[in-house]
């Protein structure tokens, strides 16, 4: 495996997305149809999402530009309105970010002098006496399951539930305990681990979230965060094991990580359940019974999205590492830059000959760094709640949906109290189920997947907030981010 790769991985585009909450807990909003910008939702959506181009940046402030998902800016006119368009000169939309101690930050219009700010619900720049009012909450916008690199030390965090203790000593994050959900809660944050225990204060994981379980979040441009604990303690590696727990001094920038998606890791099995497996650090082959770190495969995503690249000798961007997937009830074939599909060969070598493809050529393929998922549609993400008898696809918070394998590809859906999702005939879903039902995934890209329901539809996000198995093609209501 490329361990170079990882050390070296910048984040992604949609790593560095931000939301912006006032002072009065609403979202900077970009309003499509009222050609204006207000500061009304309660939660994060796309229209709340925003990217930092940076121009300049220097310790505690930055020139920034601010950008929607649409691809227009918020702009600051004379007059003192904010509306969003296209910038007409170079210090058009240009403002000057502010970072302060308390993790707010301030937006001043670079050719006004005035600050960006809200009433709770309008949005406008008529101040240049900074108050309370012109403060804004930043809050990253990736998905909740995220990993975190030390660019100072090199490596990941890792919980060891073992001692109940976090350490920063992972150099590939590739296992399943690299993973945390990051909670956010009444403007601060809960570090959730695999086996859903949350970091604490006194740096030990605790089974439940409360107030020292809590973490406030210094955000900076480019995906760099650090987590304290407002009273003057903050987050970072410390001894000769990297232990993640508060101090007060951390040196160099130790207390900076990089916030990232967790990436996909997956093992694959041939017809006669033997793991596909590297060895002789170059030869790929279906040899071993048992599950070895050289059986573990990072999923890649290029463009377009049909095209992954199973990373193992080669190098990302050569084109023999392209591979069209296809999938066949939970089982994929891989389809070679030649059009041949890989199969297993007598000796157990996978190897490109075969022009159709059979069962020689199925592979079972099975998550390796995850036992759950959490989904994120156009809508939000999926959940349930005490207000709604079906899961719901809008959910600020979202639900984790435990995964219970059953067949290669085919998994079980068990809610947090431990029932099952269960179909009604209207293809919604409920989370209280008794009996277990197949439930079919289908990968299509990094973090990008489909699932077949029982139903034989796809699952697909309802503009009503209702999650529906009722589509027969796959359209963009049926991708989910995990």
């Not at 599950?291 to 290029?302: D, K, R, V």
């Not at 996978?350 to 390796?368: D, H, K, V």
Request: charged share 15%.
């Amino acid at each position: 495996m490329a361990e170079v790769e990882w050390i070296h991985r910048h984040p992604k585009a949609e790593d560095l997305r931000i939301g912006l909450i006032s002072w009065a807990g609403t979202y900077l909003t970009f309003e499509a149809y009222k050609n204006t910008i207000t500061a009304t939702a309660k939660s994060l959506g796309r229209r709340q999402t925003w990217e930092l181009l940076v121009s300049n940046e220097h310790e505690a402030q930055a020139v920034v530009r601010v950008k929607s998902l649409q691809g227009l800016y918020l702009l600051c006119e004379g007059d003192g309105t904010v509306g969003y368009g296209r910038p007409k000169t170079s210090h058009h939309g240009c403002f000057l970010l502010r970072f302060h101690r308390n993790g707010k930050w301030t937006l001043q219009c670079i050719l006004s002098g005035r600050y960006l700010e809200s009433d709770g619900e309008d949005v406008f720049c008529n101040s240049r006496v900074l108050s309370a009012y012109h403060m804004w909450t930043p809050r990253p916008a990736l998905h909740v399951h995220v990993i975190l690199y030390s660019p100072i030390h090199h490596s990941y965090a890792r919980a060891d539930h073992t001692v109940g203790r976090v350490w920063v000593d992972a150099a590939i994050p590739c296992l399943e305990e690299c993973g945390f959900l990051l909670h956010f809660q009444d403007g601060c944050y809960h570090l959730e681990t695999c086996t859903h225990h949350f970091l604490s204060h006194v740096d030990r994981l605790v089974p439940q979230p409360s107030s020292q379980t809590a973490f406030h979040m210094q955000v900076r441009p480019g995906g760099l965060v650090a987590l304290c604990d407002g009273e003057g303690g903050t987050l970072y590696p410390q001894g000769a094991h990297l232990l993640l727990s508060l101090g007060n001094s951390p040196r160099r920038g130790e207390e900076w990580f990089i916030l990232q998606h967790l990436p996909t890791w997956v093992t694959l099995r041939s017809k006669t359940r033997k793991f596909i497996s590297v060895i002789y650090d170059t030869e790929v082959c279906a040899a071993s019974e048992h599950l070895t770190p050289m059986s573990l495969f990072h999923l890649a995503y290029l463009q377009p999205r049909h095209h992954r690249t199973l990373i193992a000798d080669g190098h990302p961007l050569e084109s023999d590492t392209f591979f069209h997937v296809h999938w066949n009830c939970g089982r994929i074939i891989l389809q070679s830059s030649s059009g041949r599909f890989l199969g297993i060969a007598p000796n157990g070598l996978l190897m490109a000959n075969a022009t159709i493809p059979g069962p020689n050529e199925e592979l079972g393929i099975r998550f390796a760094n995850r036992a759950f998922l959490v989904l994120r549609g156009r809508y939000g993400y999926v959940g349930s709640s005490s207000e709604h008898d079906l899961i719901q696809c809008n959910m600020d918070q979202p639900d984790c949906i435990q995964l219970l394998p059953c067949h290669q590809g085919i998994y079980h859906f068990q809610a947090q109290g431990g029932s099952f999702w269960s179909i009604t005939s209207f293809g919604t879903f409920r989370p209280w189920g008794k009996f277990a039902l197949n439930f079919c995934i289908e990968l299509q890209g990094s973090n990008l997947l489909t699932v077949l329901a029982p139903n034989g539809l796809y699952i697909r996000g309802d503009r009503s907030g209702t999650l529906l198995a009722d589509s027969e093609d796959i359209t963009k209501e049926c991708i989910w981010e995990f």
